[in-house]
């Protein structure tokens, strides 16, 4: 018999962290050399907003969460042993929509590279 191992990422506490806008339990999912990049309507994908090392990690979680009003909602969530792929519905007050869709690989149950894109309402 096969065993598949299982992921020791912990997608719930993904879902927590941006359903109660958590800084702190956002940044204790990734390790302490990740990276993120970040492609959108302003930051190119040639030219992506990135966030290297924890420092930087927890001051854009910090900023994204600070934001009055806005809502965040993991939609989807695939796990895999060393990848997770998710998706964020967010909304500010004023009624304006983002989608994220985020790919990331892991390491120990943590991220260390993500990659996400965003679009946003016109």
Known sequence: MTTIPSST?????????????????LLALYAEDATIEIADHVNTPSR???FAG????????????????MTHEVDLAAVGDDTVGYSV????????????ASTAALRDGRIVREVAVQAWDA
């Open 54 to 69: 924890r420092d930087a990690i927890a001051a854009h979680c910090a900023d994204l969460f600070a934001r009055e009003g």
């Open 89 to 100: 519905r967010c909304r500010y007050p004023d009624g304006t929509r983002v989608l994220c």
């Open 48 to 50: 992506p907003r990135r």
């Open 9 to 25: 990422f912990d997608h719930g506490a993904l879902r927590r962290a941006f359903a109660d806008r958590d800084a702190s339990a």
